[in-house]
């Protein structure tokens, strides 16, 4: 099966590991992937902030990417979402046909080994006591709920604890974040307490602008949490 990874712009910046990690991922459980070098940003952030005239020649350039692809795969929920709302920007109907493709064909890394793959277990190993943070725009958006514990329960040595309020949004909601700093710090902190109630040693998350935001938090109130996109934890020590 042939998988074009989109990395998206936290990963390819901020996390490179959680790309590898994807790619490594696949190969081993017989993707071939390939990497389209001329993808950029989904739009996401000018879309939110109202300016659709320019989202709309991101979102051709997209379309235009990966239109090649069989499959395209990245290790976000909320940038794979951002893909369904491409033909929301199009009154073209050759345009809007070609965002429904694209919708059509993407998905979120667990979303696709759970539903298309049909695969929940993919010899990882771990030794540790973890809790899942649950992503506003995969869940809400993508409607991404089940995919990650399934995979995650199937860790050799991982033992998961239920996040108390896990659908609670982390406050970081892209622009939101920057716009709205002091509730967003609020909402963050309220995040973080609720992991220290699991007593958990590792954060996993599926969306690295969430674990950008509660990482960032943790490191600074210095709390020994380590946090962990979960690409990174099924790619361990596969056999």
Request: with cysteine; glycine share 6%; hydrophobic share 35%.
């Amino acid at each position: 099966m042939k998988v074009s990874l989109f990395i998206t712009c936290l990963a390819d910046v901020f996390y490179p590991n959680v790309g590898k990690s994807t790619v490594e991922l696949l190969e081993k459980i017989g993707c071939e992937v390939d990497f389209p070098k001329q993808q950029t940003c989904c739009g996401q952030p000018s879309y939110n902030s109202g300016y659709d005239k320019e989202t709309k020649e991101v979102a051709k350039h997209m379309i235009n990417t990966f239109e090649h692809a069989e499959y395209v795969v990245a290790p976000s929920g909320s940038c794979i979402a951002m893909f369904l709302e491409y033909e929301h920007l199009f009154h073209e109907e050759e345009w809007k046909e070609k965002a429904r493709n694209l919708a059509r064909k993407s998905y979120e890394l667990t979303q696709f080994l759970v539903d298309i793959l049909k695969v929940e277990k993919v010899n990882a190993c771990l030794k540790g006591c973890a809790t899942y943070h649950k992503s506003c725009h995969m869940t809400r958006l993508l409607g991404v709920r089940d995919a990650p514990m399934k995979l995650l329960k199937n860790v050799r040595g991982l033992h998961t604890v239920q996040l108390p309020h896990d659908y609670d949004c982390c406050g970081f909601g892209g622009t939101f974040s920057v716009k709205m700093a002091p509730i967003s710090e609020q909402m963050v902190d309220e995040k973080i307490k609720h992991i220290e109630k699991t007593e958990a040693d590792i954060l996993i998350g599926s969306d690295c602008g969430c674990l950008m935001n509660i990482g960032g938090r943790i490191n600074r109130l210095g709390k020994p949490i380590q946090v962990m996109h979960i690409a990174e934890i099924l790619n361990k020590e596969m056999e």
